[in-house]
């Protein structure tokens, strides 16, 4: 007998669950591995919301799953069936192109998606949603799918619903918690622009061994798949130029021109949006918008209601933005300035580290252009700075 090794969505099930005394509604699906026949066991994977947009979840096919497991089946050699319909489309999308595409990336054989079609459109609200994060890439999508930016764009998406997706970007034990406190800054924007704010929780990140960056954009997409009833465009917040497509397998969103298209449905288009535009130019157009002013976030190391660390790759990146373009003081409320003064000559001295990267060269240029003065002590130090970095680069490290 050929090897013949399946991944088989069984069922799908819509129903309310109890956490902490709250209701929710969440959509599962059973899951089960077989290897020529013999089962190799079952899980369950789910999405939920809240109680009230329980009725959004999508349980007539399963696009959600299927997109969820196509990176473990590609990486493993399993087929996907489904004995739950899946969209037309985006079977076709997935067998034709985007699995073939994953398979070479990872150096795999190519799989595919075996399941009934499900041919006519879902009936949804659509709604356009984005992620909220914090970030310097959402805020300027944001920005420019709501208030005036839409009268001069007139095939631009005005922006609906603000979403915070728990599969994975929040880390530890705590990564609940973490999820809850995004939410709530994504509720209080979310009401002071007049839109909605969504949470989608799941448990993609604590049942499939993968790598968060390797399967980000895809998991991002399942979650709005799982409410195909609510979404008619979703809008993905690219943090990579256009021009630096590549399929990676360390971070899969240098591909989302290419998932974005082909993980898209009859009735559910995701968009890339933002990789065009420099991040140099998103913060000078986010110094005129005061809502992002005491909720910038784009840190990697503390917490979504904490300020800025100061010292990570891009808060370091995104002071000297906002210093050069003599804004900084607009945003005291997230950075610490007196530390930011501090460390400027040490700051400048990173980005000339690493002048081969193009947004720390945007932001030279940025500096440069200002007239403000690159200490000579920022020459040295970076030239610190590259030696030790080369012998970490010797090392393997």
Same mark, same amino acid.
């Given at each position: 007998?050929?090897?013949?090794? $399946?991944?088989?969505?069984?069922?799908?099930?819509?129903?309310?669950?109890?956490?902490?005394?709250?209701?929710?509604?969440?959509?599962?699906?059973? $899951?089960?591995?077989?290897?020529?026949? $013999?089962?190799?066991?079952?899980?369950?994977?789910?999405?939920?919301? !809240?109680?009230?947009?329980?009725?959004?979840?999508? !349980?007539?096919?399963?696009?959600?799953?299927?997109?969820?497991?196509?990176?473990?089946?590609?990486?493993?050699?399993?087929?996907?069936?489904?004995?739950?319909?899946?969209?037309?489309?985006?079977?076709?999308?997935?067998?034709?192109?985007?699995?073939?595409?994953?398979?070479?990336?990872?150096?795999?054989?190519?799989?595919?998606?075996?399941?009934?079609? %499900?041919?006519?459109?879902?009936?949804?609200?659509?709604?356009?949603?984005?992620?909220?994060?914090?970030?310097?890439?959402?805020?300027?999508?944001?920005?420019?799918?709501?208030?005036?930016?839409?009268?001069?764009?007139?095939?631009?998406?005005?922006?609906?619903?603000?979403?915070?997706?728990?599969?994975?970007?929040?880390?530890?034990?705590?990564?609940?918690?973490?999820?809850?406190?995004?939410?709530?800054?994504?509720?209080?924007?979310?009401?002071?622009?007049?839109?909605?704010?969504?949470?989608?929780?799941?448990?993609?990140?604590?049942?499939?061994?993968?790598?968060?960056?390797?399967?980000?954009?895809?998991?991002?997409?399942?979650?709005?798949?799982?409410?195909?009833?609510?979404?008619?465009?979703?809008?993905?917040?690219?943090?990579?130029?256009?021009?630096?497509?590549?399929?990676?397998? $360390?971070?899969?969103?240098?591909? !989302?021109?290419?998932?974005?298209?082909?993980?898209?449905?009859?009735?559910?288009?995701?968009?890339?949006?933002?990789?065009?535009?420099?991040?140099?130019?998103?913060?000078? %157009?986010?110094?005129?918008?005061?809502?992002?002013?005491?909720?910038?976030?784009?840190?990697?190391?503390?917490?979504?209601?904490?300020?800025?660390?100061?010292?990570?790759?891009?808060?370091?990146?995104?002071?000297?933005?906002?210093?050069?373009?003599? %804004?900084?003081?607009?945003?005291?409320?997230?950075? !610490?300035?007196?530390? %930011?003064?501090?460390?400027?000559?040490?700051?400048?001295?990173?980005?000339?580290?690493?002048?081969?990267?193009?947004?720390?060269?945007?932001?030279?240029?940025?500096?440069?252009?200002?007239?403000?003065?690159?200490?000579?002590?920022?020459?040295?130090?970076?030239?610190?700075?590259?030696?030790?970095?080369?012998?970490?680069?010797?090392?393997?490290?």
């Amino acid at each position: 007998m050929n090897d013949e090794r $399946i991944i088989r969505i069984k069922s799908l099930c819509k129903a309310e669950v109890c956490e902490n005394g709250q209701s929710y509604a969440r959509l599962t699906a059973r $899951i089960a591995k077989e290897n020529n026949g $013999i089962s190799e066991g079952e899980i369950s994977l789910w999405f939920q919301t !809240d109680e009230q947009n329980g009725k959004y979840l999508t !349980d007539d096919r399963s696009d959600a799953f299927v997109v969820s497991l196509m990176y473990t089946a590609v990486s493993t050699g399993y087929e996907i069936h489904s004995d739950v319909p899946v969209s037309s489309r985006l079977m076709y999308q997935l067998n034709e192109y985007l699995l073939p595409s994953l398979a070479e990336m990872l150096e795999k054989k190519a799989i595919c998606v075996h399941a009934p079609e %499900a041919k006519e459109k879902v009936s949804c609200e659509n709604a356009v949603g984005t992620g909220y994060s914090g970030g310097v890439d959402g805020f300027y999508t944001i920005y420019a799918h709501t208030g005036d930016r839409l009268k001069n764009a007139p095939y631009r998406p005005a922006l609906t619903h603000l979403t915070v997706i728990n599969a994975g970007v929040f880390e530890g034990e705590n990564h609940r918690k973490a999820f809850e406190k995004s939410l709530s800054l994504a509720r209080s924007l979310a009401k002071e622009l007049g839109l909605k704010a969504i949470g989608i929780d799941t448990n993609l990140h604590l049942v499939l061994d993968e790598h968060y960056l390797s399967v980000y954009s895809i998991r991002l997409c399942s979650a709005a798949l799982a409410l195909q009833k609510l979404y008619g465009t979703y809008l993905l917040s690219s943090g990579h130029s256009q021009d630096s497509f590549k399929m990676d397998r $360390i971070n899969i969103s240098f591909g !989302d021109l290419l998932t974005c298209q082909m993980l898209s449905t009859e009735s559910l288009r995701f968009i890339g949006y933002g990789g065009g535009i420099r991040r140099v130019d998103k913060i000078r %157009a986010l110094v005129n918008y005061p809502v992002c002013y005491s909720r910038l976030h784009s840190c990697f190391v503390t917490a979504p209601d904490e300020k800025n660390c100061g010292h990570c790759k891009k808060c370091r990146m995104d002071i000297l933005n906002l210093w050069a373009l003599g %804004a900084l003081d607009k945003f005291s409320g997230v950075y !610490d300035l007196e530390q %930011a003064e501090k460390e400027r000559a040490a700051d400048i001295a990173f980005l000339l580290a690493n002048i081969d990267e193009p947004m720390y060269q945007d932001t030279l240029d940025l500096i440069k252009e200002a007239g403000l003065e690159i200490p000579q002590r920022s020459r040295i130090l970076a030239q610190q700075f590259k030696r030790s970095m080369d012998i970490l680069k010797k090392k393997g490290l």
